[in-house]
């Protein structure tokens, strides 16, 4: 993006977690957010629920442009949330974490999704028995990633923010630490976890912390063994030039009304004009304080 109003740091990430990212797949940065844009961003998913649910049809009802794309009364699943309150907003363009995403596409980026997710342990749970996760990814390693100045980036990513605290019982979301760089079939890779369970790390965070990963990283939802609600507000970001996952476009009338410097992020206005970025390691993460 060439307009300097939107500051981004460059780079985000410290070295430690850049290593970290690499090695893994994935970083968690805590309290990646203020106590106050947590709990703001909390009230605005609660209230977006109660919306939703009172709506009579919640299955197919649409809230500012919201739907829920999983309806079960333990697990909500929200699809295109950038639209449903001005906290959710605040959030896909948080100026840090968008130079997360940047950091890892390797330049500028678009906003490809907007999800968030609400879940409370399924009933039919026993917590005795060993967990099973629905393991997935968005892209693999010989299609979207690529590696510049010795380090790895990937031109589909998430940012995670869970938006209450997650134990070791929470479900955080769990991921297969390294399947981000190893190719051939994922249910191979998926089947030497499960024989290893070593090898499938899990996110126990404080609220308002940020999972950072590329979508070629094999990860999945946690299993809540807890009482708690879980909550997670969901960017996902690419190049300026792909585009937006079905049905996650944003509306004419709400491009129209974004801020000009912010329209890029979210249309994907500079389409093939993608401005590149690269560090290395050892760079320091700029402090915008």
């Given at each position: ?21 690499d090695?893994y ?16 961003l ?19 009802a ?25 906290a959710?907003?605040d ?14 596409v ?5 906003l ?34 690529y ?9 589909f ?22 399947s981000?760089?190893?190719?051939g ?12 369970p ?6 126990i ?12 990283l ?28 079905n ?30 970025r690269?560090?290395t ?9």
């Open positions: 993006m060439t307009d300097d109003s939107f500051k981004r740091p460059f780079p985000a990430l410290t070295p430690a977690q850049r290593y970290h990212l090695v797949g994935y970083v968690v940065v805590e309290n990646a957010l203020s106590e106050g844009e947590t709990s703001r909390l009230e605005a998913m609660q209230r977006l629920k109660r919306d939703l649910l009172a709506s009579g049809d919640p299955a197919s649409r809230v500012r442009n919201c739907s829920l794309s999983a309806h079960k009364p333990h697990h909500l699943h929200f699809a295109h949330i950038l639209e449903a309150d001005p959710l907003f959030y896909l363009t948080h100026p840090r974490l968008v130079g997360m995403a940047e950091e890892l390797g330049g500028d980026v678009r490809e999704e907007s999800e968030a997710v609400i879940n409370t342990r399924a009933p039919d749970t026993d917590v005795s028995a060993p967990p099973r996760y629905g393991f997935h990814v968005g892209t693999w390693p010989d299609v979207g990633t590696t510049s100045n010795d380090l790895y980036h990937c031109t990513v998430k940012t995670l923010t869970n938006l209450t605290e997650l134990g070791p019982d929470d479900g955080g979301t769990v991921c297969i630490a390294g981000h760089k190893v190719g079939p994922r249910e191979t890779i998926i089947e030497a976890a499960q024989a290893d070593s090898l499938i790390h899990q996110v965070a404080p609220a308002g912390s940020t999972l950072l990963f590329g979508e070629a094999i990860h999945a939802t946690g299993q809540i063994r807890s009482e708690r609600e879980r909550c997670i507000v969901i960017g996902g970001y690419t190049p300026t030039m792909f585009q937006a996952w049905g996650q476009e944003p509306s004419a009338e709400f491009v129209e009304q974004t801020p000009d410097h912010l329209k890029p992020l979210i249309s994907g206005s500079h389409k093939w004009r993608w401005q590149q690269r560090r390691l050892a760079t320091p993460a700029e402090d915008m304080s």
